[in-house]
Each structure stands twice: as structure tokens, then as C-alpha cells.
């Protein structure tokens, strides 16, 4: 693969990347259906290290970029480059099942919903713990010695392991989805909205944890989210997205108070903020024309 078309610092690198989907589905889909287009020419480089944010409104792309790096949908056009931990770099879109599990190792994805992303009839030790048995990487007492450090590492108690995921707390189950996320050790997470569904204060304690993580584990985040205020807290960059395009990308700070879009500043005007003053400097530095108040 072509490294001039990858950074030094960059872990993936997606370019030229088009995703369409059927716009029927089933019965319903007629042989010439047109085509949704929910990526078109994709270009971002996710830099080792770093929490990347990817915002927009709901059915911009994101989910749907997110899960094309990851290797669950097939792409339509473009390359996603992949940086291995030999430093060898491979297109997502090539490769064969063998490499496609092996980077699926290196790259894990926190979903959303923690009450139904985790399996009621496992318990939560085999939860976490069932990606070090598929991989064959540890079982037995070394399996549960692992799954009981990641549980401390993620602010449960090992105490708990044997219980159903009913018996914890969206913030818990949250904690138990990184738990999960984090136990094969990879580099690249992926957080799909994982903060979205909890409470205000819940959700600082877990973003606080994902930060802590970060630090720990030497993770590189792709932060999917519609919220601002939480990207603003966790994120070093930030790519917004608008109808399957990449509208900007800034550091995180820059694109706050500098916002070149108008979609970027019409997101940014939405974002509810306690502080008056605060909300009086964001529409300042948002609003094309701008009015005291
Ligand atoms: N498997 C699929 N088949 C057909 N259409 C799909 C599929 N997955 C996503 N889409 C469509 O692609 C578009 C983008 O969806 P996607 O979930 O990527 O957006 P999103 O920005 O993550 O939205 P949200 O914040 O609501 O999750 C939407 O119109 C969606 O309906």
C-alpha cells in the first residue's frame, strides 16, 4: 500500500471512502432502485493517540464511517489504511477474513445503549471475558483473572462478576460495554455514541474513566457524537459531518471559537449552555451578524 498516502502519526487513514446503501430493502427493493449515497468521498486521517470527534446531525454518516473502518460494511469506492503493529500498512477494504479478525482485535467499538448492547442471559464475567475465548487467548482461571483487572481498571468491583447485566446501572452497564471494549487490548476504540443515553452526571464519571483509559492504555478514540458539549470535554479534534461529507475539521478549541461552516456554527448554536456569559461569547463567534445582547 501507498505510505505516502499516510501520515507518520496516522493509525487509519480513510480516503476517497463512498458507502452507498440499497434505498429499498427486501421485497420492496425493485432491481434498478436507486442508490442511497450516505458516504461520498471520505478523506480524514485519525492520528495515534488522539480522541478524534466526529459530529453531525442524526443519518449525517457517522455510524456508517464508523463501521466501514471498522470492517463491518464494504465500502463502495476509496481505501481505508490501516497502520498494524509491525508498522505494515493494509487496506481495510482488501483484506482477507484472517486479517480482517486480526485487526477487529486492534479496533473495538462502544455502542450506545448500554441496557440493550449487552446480552441479559450472560453473565457479566462471560461478557467480557468471551472475546478472550473466541481468540483463544485465555480461558480458566487466566481468563478470569483478566476479565477481574479490566473490571477494576473500569471502577467495578470483581465481586460482581458473576451477576446478569439486570443487576447494574446504565452508568455500570456502560462501564461493563468498555469492560468489554477494552479486554483484547486494542488500540483503536470506537465510541458510537457511548455517552448519549446516560445521565448528565453519570456521563462526566464515564467520560472522565474513558479519559483515565486514554492515558492507561495508550488508546486512540474515534468519538461519535451529535452532542457538542460532550466532544468539547473528550476531544482533541473535531471532523463534522453534514449529508455524508466532511464539512470541517479543526482542533477542538479552534473550532469552537472559530468555526468556518455555517452547518458548524449552526450545531454550535444549538448546544444548550448554563453560563450566560458563555452562551453570549458562543453566539459572538457564531453569528454572521453579530448583535449584543
Ligand atoms: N444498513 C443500512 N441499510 C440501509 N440504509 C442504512 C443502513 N445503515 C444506515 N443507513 C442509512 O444511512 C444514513 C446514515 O446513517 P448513520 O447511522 O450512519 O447516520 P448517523 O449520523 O450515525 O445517525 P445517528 O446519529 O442517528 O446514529 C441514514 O439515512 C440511514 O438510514
Redesign the pocket.
Known sequence: MDEQNMPASALVSVRGLAKH??SG?GRLRKPRAPV?R?LSDINIDIIEGETLGLV??????????GRCIIGI?RVDAGAILYRGRNGSIIDVCSMDDARLRAMQRDVRMIFQDPFSSLNPRMRVMDIIGDALRVNGIARGTELEDRVAEMVRRVGLSPDKMRRYPHAFSGGERQRINIARALILEPRLVIA??AVSALDVSIRAQVLELLKQLQAELKLTYLF?S?DLSVVEDICDRVAV?SQ?DIVELADTDVMYRHPQHEYTRTLLRAVPIPDPRLRRLVRQQTSPDTTQE
Open positions: 446503501f440499497p430493502s442511497l450516505v453531525g446531525e442524526s443519518g449525517s454518516g457517522k455510524t456508517t464511517l460494511h458510537d455514541e461519535i451529535h459531518m455524508g
